[in-house]
């Protein structure tokens, strides 16, 4: 079987295709009425508590130490967690468990044994993030047959479903932790990007923390002073931060009055829609710029956009399809929205049958061409002025793969190593994020001025992988590429944490 799966911030879901050759939801192993696992992990000695399960022992006992939106710190060299063994969990290892019931989800719902699965990965993750994904299936054992980004696996359920080819697509996902852009266009042949970008820490938990403001804001003006928040305070405060913004979303409702306590303070509090929509605006004004951003990379203006899908359920608050109207004005120009919840998911089982080469059964197009999400470059000093320089070898937004290669110099005759440092960065001096050093040695020579030639490779799936050749021999020199403290050194300890743990994931 082949599966799909969406490893959200707030949320996680798989999907396999039918069949019908139609993508169904695969529910959890003991509800059948579940589909979406919250992406929260609860560790209890060898036991851990993944999901809706978590939501009832909170009720009990609010104060339990659940780790939530570590997707946001994929990449990160530092635990996250540490559990009363003094056992350290990283990002993948806690997206491992997530994966992990997921797999047992699918297999138990269908009888099946899961033989290859496509997860899906906010479009402007770099290289460390990606892998990190694919550390945390490397755990399990999952077989991964490849990486899709959101917005295109959002983007192809979309071009599949509604025969929409030869436009211009764009891509607003705006999910629970991450937002996605992406501009993209389809015909029968395939889906091709143009452009993408992204913010890695905005989404649906930021306006949630906006209502919660607002609800503090209340509590102060009726009592005079600033409520102190335990445990269950916080809990309630999220629960009914989050009710607020899904009611306000629905069409028609201009405001909401809910009864909140906290502590040992109970205020019925007014949020009109109004309030709520000044509260968040900023937030909205960012992901604006970015799109500008994105659309102006590839020299294209708003105009020449045929249709804008509105993805993540973040993206049915009201006010974004309202300033996407004003940015999209003409009436040729479609703003809706496409399975806001499960169209990622869904595109990823797609795209699991179109690498498994049955693509012509189900009538998906046979290709998927991306584009490299960031410039990536080498950090190196300028032997004329002595000056650190960025070294630009692949460009942001060329097409994947993308393949560039320099030639470096030995500075002194005792050389016997080679350190480079690798970059990834939106625009020089902007949002630059190393990936770690490329460690070339020990070298054929100790001559000084000995040429090495580097070898870059943005792959498909976005990660990135390097050669070190000597070009005198055309032979491959031995290289190591990361950090000592990278948590990909503590993998096969993380492997066996993750195997032996129990999975309990449903009430």
Known sequence: ML?????????????????????????????????????????????????????????????????????????????????????????????????????????????????????????????????????????????????????????????????KYDKTILVYDLGGGTFDVTALTMNPKGVFVMAKDGITDLGGKEFDEKIGELILEQFKDELGFDVALDARSLLHLRYISEEIKIELSIPGTTFIDKVCVLGKHTLEVHISRKEFEKAIAPLIEQTEEVLKRCIKSIGIETSDVDSIILVGGSSMVPLIKKRLKILFPSKNQEIHSHEPMKAVTY????????????KVDYEIPPELRGVTGYNLG?????????????????????????????????????????????????????????LGHLIIGPLPSNEANYPIKVKIENRIDGTVWFKAIDPKTGMEIEKVFGDEDSPGASLPRQKALVNSTIIIGSV
């Open 3 to 163: 599966i799909g799966i969406d490893l959200g911030t707030t949320f996680s879901l798989s999907a396999t295709i039918g069949r019908n050759g139609e993508p169904i939801l695969l529910p959890d192993n003991s509800n059948n009425d579940l589909f979406h696992t919250p992406s929260a992990v609860y560790i209890e000695g060898e036991t851990a508590y993944i999901g809706n399960i978590i939501e009832a022992r909170l009720e009990q006992n609010p104060g339990l130490p659940v780790i939530r939106f570590f997707k946001r710190q994929f990449g990160e060299k530092k635990p996250l967690y540490i559990d009363s063994d003094q056992t350290p969990w990283y990002p993948e290892s806690l997206a491992a468990l997530i994966l992990k019931k997921l797999r047992i989800d699918a297999e138990t719902y269908t009888s099946q044994t899961v033989e290859g699965a496509v997860i899906t990965v906010p479009a402007h993750f770099n290289d460390l993030q990606r892998k990190c994904i694919l550390n945390a299936a490397t755990l399990i054992e999952l077989p991964v047959i490849g990486l899709l980004e959101e917005p295109i696996a959002a983007a192809m359920h979309y071009g599949i479903t509604h025969k």
């Open 347 to 358: 595109g990823a089982a797609l795209h699991a049958i179109q690498l498994s080469g049955k």
């Open 378 to 434: 080498i950090r190196a000093m300028n032997p004329n002025t002595g000056r650190v320089i960025i070294d630009n070898l692949v460009k942001k937004n060329m097409p994947l793969p993308s393949v560039n290669e320099k030639t470096y110099y030995t500075t002194s005759p005792d050389q016997k190593r080679m350190r480079l440092e690798i970059i990834q960065y939106i625009s020089k001096g902007v949002e630059e994020q190393s």
